[in-house]
């Protein structure tokens, strides 16, 4: 079973830039979809980016846009999520998520589709 595991969170200030990384161990496929989501205390879980192995396309939700950039390393079947110009709004518990990339089908950020879940790491931006 794939396994992720994510780092890099932590506290900064309003303005400033993180670094989150997800390892996904036991990886075996060479189609599949990353995705980070996040959940904020007292609200829903929502999706902020996903990324495919196969062509790389990039899904981003507006709040973060032009903020938060996703990548993978297709080799190391590592994801990045670069998050700059951090706001308050954007503390939250993130975690990535892992799913096959069917023919055909899309890594559209819809929670239900992903398998695995990582445990998520803190960020707190004041």
């Known amino acids: 079973h794939v396994q992720l595991v994510e780092s890099g969170g932590g506290s900064v200030q309003a303005g400033g830039s993180l670094r989150l990384s997800c390892t996904a161990s036991k990886n075996t496929y060479d189609r599949y979809c990353m995705g980070w989501f996040r959940q904020a205390p007292g609200k829903e879980r929502e999706g902020v980016a996903g990324i495919d192995s196969v062509g790389g396309a990039v899904d981003i939700v507006d709040p973060v846009k032009g903020r938060f950039t996703v990548s993978l390393d297709n080799i190391e079947k590592w994801s990045y999520l670069d998050m700059t110009d951090l706001k308050p709004e954007d503390t939250a518990t993130y975690s990535c998520?892992?799913?096959?990339?069917?023919?055909?089908?899309?890594?559209?950020?819809?929670?239900?589709?992903?398998?695995?879940w990582g445990r998520g790491t803190q960020v707190t931006v004041s």
């Open positions: 998520a892992f799913r096959p990339l069917w023919i055909g089908d899309t890594c559209a950020l819809i929670e239900d589709n992903y398998d695995v």
